[in-house]
């Protein structure tokens, strides 16, 4: 803690314990969080109607439809058609609420990481389609050999091998790339 938080903290237990804070103004009652003084008084009732019968602003409609995407898209397999159409509808959704300027940083929740992982598998399969067509194999035998490099990164005793020992691994011969 700061020494100014300390300070401020001291002087407020201190006024506690002197009772400096039972004889306030409006102690005892609910504090008014409803406030909309920030909004012009002649739009103040309209506001309020609409308010209570439960409509949202447009830009606040659509944050909400957004985070219903974002909870379906947690619900739907990621190769499939539908999540091909919520994930559309995600981004137009996402590029009209950038534009009225609202931060969309609430939409990378889940389906970022699950977004990026797709795409990573995505490279990966098109560099082992690569690697296979350099080294004449097929891509199983290179997801093999990669597992198996990934496996091989460590020795038995944690230790990671030498270049000399990645050499002479099998994985070595069709990573022309290394």
């Known amino acids: 803690m700061w020494l100014?938080?300390?300070?401020?903290?001291?002087?407020?237990?201190?006024?506690?314990?002197?009772?400096?804070?039972?004889?306030?103004?409006g102690s005892g009652q609910p504090i008014l969080l409803d406030d909309d003084s920030h909004v012009p008084p002649e739009l103040r009732a309209g506001y309020r109607l609409l308010k209570n019968a439960g409509c949202l602003p447009p830009e606040m409609q659509q944050r909400?439809?957004?985070?219903?995407?974002?909870?379906?898209?947690?619900?739907v397999h990621a190769q499939s058609e539908e999540y091909q159409a919520i994930s559309r509808k995600l981004k137009l959704l996402e590029l009209k609420l950038r534009q009225a300027g609202i931060n969309t940083d609430f939409l990378r929740g889940e389906y970022a990481v699950k977004l990026m992982q797709q795409i990573d598998e995505e490279?990966?399969?098109?560099?082992?389609?690569?690697?296979?067509?350099?080294?004449?194999?097929t891509p199983d035998t290179i997801r093999y050999?990669?597992?198996?490099?990934?496996?091989?990164?460590?020795?038995?005793?944690?230790?990671?091998f030498s270049p000399l020992q990645r050499q002479r691994s099998?994985?070595?011969?069709?990573h022309p790339l290394r």
């Open 170 to 174: 099998p994985a070595a011969k069709i």
């Open 4 to 25: 100014l938080d300390q300070w401020a903290e001291r002087h407020i237990l201190d006024a506690q314990r002197n009772g400096q804070f039972e004889s306030l103004a």
């Open 64 to 75: 909400k439809d957004a985070l219903e995407l974002v909870d379906l898209l947690k619900t």
């Open 123 to 137: 490279k990966m399969m098109f560099r082992i389609g690569e690697l296979a067509k350099l080294a004449d194999v």
């Open 145 to 160: 050999y990669e597992k198996q490099q990934m496996m091989d990164h460590e020795g038995a005793n944690g230790r990671w």
